[in-house]
T-cell receptor, first 116, second 111 residues
Framework: DTGVSQDPRHKITKRGQNVTFRCDPI?????LYWYRQTLGQGPEFLTY????????KSRLLSDRFSAERPKGSFSTLEIQRTEQGDSAMYLC??????????????FGQGTRLTVV | GENVEQHPSTLSVQEGDSAVIKCTYS??????FPWYKQELGKRPQLIID?????GEKKDQRIAVTLNKTAKHFSLHITETQPEDSAVYFC??????????FGKGTMLLVSP
């Protein structure tokens, strides 16, 4: 499968625990995005990387959230001290963006987080 | 920042009818407008997109129109089929910035 892959697909954790998700983008894509989606809503932007540089973070991304993309390849999203409000689908997307033109963002299947 | 409003939230049509979903955006500098389809339990997938230098784009049964002056764009699906049933999201962005999504429209096509 040459698409965007995310791991794990599902994660159930107890409140207060830390969780980490992984995203492997399409190999030649320079941009990688993290979105959060709750039931009945559209994806909400969290953060994105251009190669290894994290260029933008949403106000939704509290200091309990951290994301990395070492070497500009895969990315990890860590949530510390999880809260019930963190329960959501976490979507990763990647795109090949050249100059100032946006192109199609390809989404992964998502990681569904449930905090109990 | 950008704000995208999408209507209606649900849309029920009979097979063979047309369906129209409308979105408005707030940032006049936005220039890229994709539409994504998300089937239950699956990833969002791009079905069509339009850039601000074009007023209309068509791909078989799907078309998108853009009115930059009014800052709205619409998705038109003709001859709907049951497999068109899904949630549809519009989005907007400017330059190479990130996408801002609408809240989605659940389209139900009855046989």
């Amino acid at each position: 499968d040459t698409g965007v892959s995310q791991d794990p697909r599902h994660k159930i954790t107890k409140r207060g625990q830390n969780v980490t998700f992984r995203c492997d983008p399409i190999s030649e894509h320079n941009r990688l995005y993290w979105y959060r989606q709750t039931l009945g809503q559209g994806p909400e932007f969290l953060t994105y990387f251009q190669n290894e540089a994290q260029l933008e973070k949403s106000r939704l991304l509290s200091d309990r959230f951290s994301a990395e993309r070492p070497k500009g390849s895969f990315s990890t999203l860590e949530i510390q001290r999880t809260e019930q409000g963190d329960s959501a689908m976490y979507l990763c997307a990647s795109s090949l963006t050249v100059s100032v033109v946006n192109t199609e963002a390809f989404f992964g299947q998502g990681t569904r987080l449930t905090v109990v | 920042g950008e704000n995208v409003e999408q209507h209606p939230s649900t849309l029920s049509v009979q097979e063979g009818d047309s369906a129209v979903i409308k979105c408005t955006y707030s940032d006049s500098a936005s220039n890229y407008f994709p539409w994504y389809k998300q089937e239950l339990g699956k990833r969002p997938q791009l079905i069509i997109d339009i850039r601000s230098n074009v007023g209309e784009k068509k791909d078989q049964r799907i078309a998108v129109t853009l009115n930059k002056t009014a800052k709205h764009f619409s998705l038109h699906i003709t001859e709907t089929q049951p497999e068109d049933s899904a949630v549809y999201f519009c989005a907007a962005s400017r330059g190479y910035s990130t996408l801002t999504f609408g809240k989605g429209t659940m389209l139900l096509v009855s046989p």
